[in-house]
């Protein structure tokens, strides 16, 4: 069975730092990895998504990774800004194409 | 395009009491999701479907039902509330091949006393 973990579940830093969320998954067999953000209060916005082929994902400051053989996956947040704060979650699409989510970073950027 | 809509967003119940939570989309989306997200476990799935008239279970299906009359609309059925089923429910929507583009509503606060 498919589990997803994320570490810190909190973090903490002050604007401008660049800073690494984890995110791990005990089954290799994933088929893709999605990274989302989640205002309180709100939705989800889907942020990247990583196909089982794919290393990496670029968007602005966000760079996410995939690494299978090791289960892990990292969001890289470049040069963070107060509006970055959030809760940030990671999801594991498997085989049968559900979601699978982590628990989730809880992120706040001070200014 | 309206989106995922969900409601209420808010709804405080007893226990035993019976109710439904709406969900509807406009971008003609075949796939169609339910989760709740509790504190510190991350969204779970409820239940899904693929299309109108095809449901399945998810990873915490007891307590719950569905239908899908519709390809717009996926309401999700609490038969008889418990203090268990407090949390926070997520509808969502995606196009079959569009794996980057699940589309989820804004959630409905669910108390239950």
């Known amino acids: 069975k498919q589990e997803v973990t994320q570490i810190p579940a909190a973090l903490s830093v002050p604007e401008g730092e660049n800073l690494v969320l984890n995110c791990s998954f005990t089954?290799?067999?994933?088929?893709?990895l999605q990274w989302f953000r989640q205002d309180p209060g709100k939705g989800l916005t889907s942020l990247l998504l990583i196909q089982s082929s794919q290393r990496e994902q670029t968007s602005g400051r966000l760079n996410a990774s995939l690494d299978k053989s090791s289960g892990r996956s990292t969001l890289y947040i470049a040069a963070s800004q107060p509006g970055d704060s959030a809760t940030y979650l990671c999801a594991a699409y498997n085989q049968g194409g559900k979601l699978i989510f982590g628990q989730g970073t809880e992120l706040s950027v001070k200014p | 395009n309206a989106g995922v809509t969900q409601t209420p967003k808010f709804q405080v119940l007893k226990t035993g009491q019976s109710m439904t939570l709406q969900c509807a989309q406009d971008m003609n989306h075949e796939y169609m999701y339910w989760y709740r997200q509790d504190p510190g476990m991350g969204l779970r799935l409820i239940h899904y479907s693929v299309g109108a008239g095809i449901t399945d279970q998810g990873e915490v299906p007891n307590g719950y039902n569905v239908s899908r009359s519709t390809t717009e609309d996926f309401p999700l059925r609490l038969l008889s509330a418990a203090p268990s089923q407090t949390s926070v429910y997520f509808c969502a929507s995606r196009h079959p091949e569009a794996w980057n583009e699940q589309f989820f509503g804004p959630g409905t606060r669910l108390t239950v006393l």
């Open positions: 089954d290799s067999a994933i088929y893709n």
